[in-house]
C-alpha cells in the first residue's frame, strides 16, 4: 500500500510517499518513494522534493494556505515528469504526525470525529504544533476525499512511564485538574530506533530482559530509557522544554530562575516562552548559532563560548545516560539519532567520556568512520553495546498506518 505521510507544522508541510505492507515491514524492504517539504506557508513559499534517481526539485510558488500545499504535494506526485504515482487514487491512506495527545491516545488511531475532537482537547497543551496538525489534516481530508486518515502521536509511546516518572512534585491537584503531568515527546523516533537496536542485537524488541536508552539528538532532544520495548522514562516533560539543552531551548532549569528574570527584567510570559524555546540552548550559551557544525568548527577555531555550549550540551546528555542505567537497572544498548547523534562523532565520544564503569565506551575509529549510516561503535566484547542508528519516524507513521487501515494488530 502506498502511504502519503504529513508533518504539517504552522507555516510548513513535510510529505514523504512510502511503500509498505506486512511482508515489507517485516523483510524491511518498505520504501520511499518521494519526499518534500514546503516552507513559508502563507506566502512565497520554497518547495523542495525528490525522488530516488531523479534530480531535486526546488522552486518558489504563493502557496497562501495548507489546502494549497497539500494540492501542490500530490500534484508533484502524480506529475509525467516528477511523479511516482499514475494517479492520486493510488494513494491507499495518509498517516499524520500529530505532536500531543495527552492522556487519552496510547497508541495510533484512525482519525474520525472524536478522535479529532481528542487531539483539539490538547491545543493547550501544544498550542504550537496541534492546531497546524489538525489544519494538515482538514487540508488532506478536503484535497482526498474517503481516503483514510490515521494520527501517530508523539506522546503516545511514552504512556506506559510510571506515575513515579510522570508526576511532578506539585500539587497533586494540578495534575488532576489540568493534566500538569510529564508526557515526553519524539515518542516516534525513539519507538523506531529501539526496535531497530533490539534487533541489531538479535533480541525481540520486546524481551521483557532487554534494557537499552535511545538518544534523539537534533535541533530538539530528548533521551528515552526503554525496558521490553516500553518506555519507562524520558527526559522531554510537559512540554518538549524540558530535559537537555536543546538548540534553542534552555531544557532543565530552576523555575525560580526565570522567576527572577521576569522582575529583573521585567518581562511577561510570552517574552518568558521565547526566552526559554527560542534564545537558550546552545544559541543562548555560545551567542552564536543553534547548529552544532557551526559550533563544533568554532570551537576547533578557539572560541571559548562555542566549546562551552558543546561542553554544557554533552554534560547534561551524559548525566540523563547514566541516570537512566540507573533507572534501567542497567543497559545493555545505547543508540544515538537525530542529525546530531548521526553525524557528529565528537559529540558522541565526549558525551560518552567517564561511563566505563557502567560499561559504555566507544572504539574510536568506528565512532569517527560512522556518519549519518548505521554502525556499532563500542569496542570489542564492551559489556554494554553503543550503535547509530539514522531515525526514521516517516516510515514508522506509514506502518502503523497500514496496519490500523488493514486491521492489524499493532506491531
Not at 492520486?88 to 505532536?99: L, Y
Not at 510522570?166 to 488532576?176: I, K, S, T
Request: contains cysteine.
Amino acid at each position: 500500500m502506498k502511504i502519503l505521510v504529513l508533518n504539517c507544522g504552522s507555516s510548513s508541510l513535510k510529505f514523504q510517499l512510502v511503500e509498505t505492507d506486512a511482508a515489507a515491514e517485516a523483510a524491511g524492504t518498505d520504501r520511499t518513494l518521494a519526499k518534500g517539504l514546503i516552507e513559508n506557508i502563507g506566502s512565497t513559499a520554497v518547495l523542495k522534493y525528490e525522488r530516488p534517481g531523479a534530480k531535486p526539485v526546488k522552486e518558489t510558488a504563493e502557496i497562501l494556505e495548507h489546502k494549497i500545499a497539500v494540492e501542490r504535494s500530490i500534484a508533484l506526485l502524480t506529475d509525467a515528469e516528477t511523479g511516482v504515482l499514475r494517479d492520486r487514487s493510488e494513494i491507499g491512506a495518509v498517516g499524520h504526525r500529530v505532536v500531543h495527545g495527552g492522556e487519552r491516545f496510547k497508541a495510533s488511531v484512525r482519525i474520525d470525529d472524536a478522535v479529532l475532537e481528542g487531539i483539539e482537547d490538547c491545543f493547550d497543551m501544544a498550542p504550537l504544533h496541534n492546531p497546524p496538525n489538525v489544519r494538515g489534516y482538514r487540508a488532506a481530508r478536503a484535497v482526498l476525499g474517503s481516503v483514510d486518515h490515521v494520527a501517530v502521536f508523539d506522546t503516545s509511546f511514552h504512556q506506559t512511564m510510571p506515575p513515579e516518572a510522570y508526576v511532578y512534585g506539585l500539587p497533586y491537584a494540578l495534575y488532576q485538574r489540568h493534566g500538569i503531568r510529564r508526557y515526553g515527546f519524539h515518542g516516534t523516533s525513539h519507538r523506531f530506533v529501539s526496535r531497530r537496536l533490539a534487533a541489531l542485537l538479535g533480541r525481540a524488541h520486546d524481551d521483557p530482559g532487554l534494557r537499552v536508552i535511545t538518544c534523539h539528538l537534533g535541533n530538539g532532544c530528548s533521551v528515552a530509557a526503554i525496558r521490553g520495548g516500553r518506555s519507562i522514562d524520558t527526559s522531554m516533560g510537559f512540554t518538549p522544554l524540558e530535559g537537555l539543552v536543546m538548540g534553542t531551548r534552555c531544557g532543565d532549569i530552576d523555575p525560580a530562575a526565570l522567576l527572577h528574570v521576569v522582575l529583573r527584567e521585567e518581562i511577561g510570559s510570552a517574552e518568558v516562552n521565547a526566552l526559554a524555546n527560542k534564545h537558550s540552548g546552545l544559541l543562548g550559551i555560545s551567542g552564536l548559532s543553534h547548529d552544532m557544525r557551526t559550533l563544533l568548527e568554532a570551537a576547533g577555531q578557539g572560541n571559548e563560548r562555542a566549546r562551552l555550549a558543546i561542553d554544557v550540551f554533552c554534560y547534561r546528555l551524559r548525566k540523563y545516560i547514566a541516570a537512566y542505567v540507573g533507572a534501567l537497572g542497567g543497559v545493555d544498548a545505547v543508540a544515538f539519532a537525530g542529525g546530531i547523534g548521526e553525524n557528529a562523532a565528537a559529540i558522541r565520544a565526549q558525551s560518552l567520556r567517564g561511563l566505563d564503569a557502567v560499561g559504555l565506551g566507544l572504539d574510536p575509529a568506528t565512532n569517527a568512520a560512522a556518519v549519518g549510516t548505521e554502525a556499532e561503535i563500542s569496542p570489542s566484547g564492551a559489556r554494554a553495546r553503543v550503535f547509530v542508528v539514522p531515525t526514521n519516524e516517516e516510515l514508522l507513521i506509514a506502518r502503523d498506518t497500514f496496519r490500523i487501515v488493514s486491521g492489524l494488530p499493532p506491531a
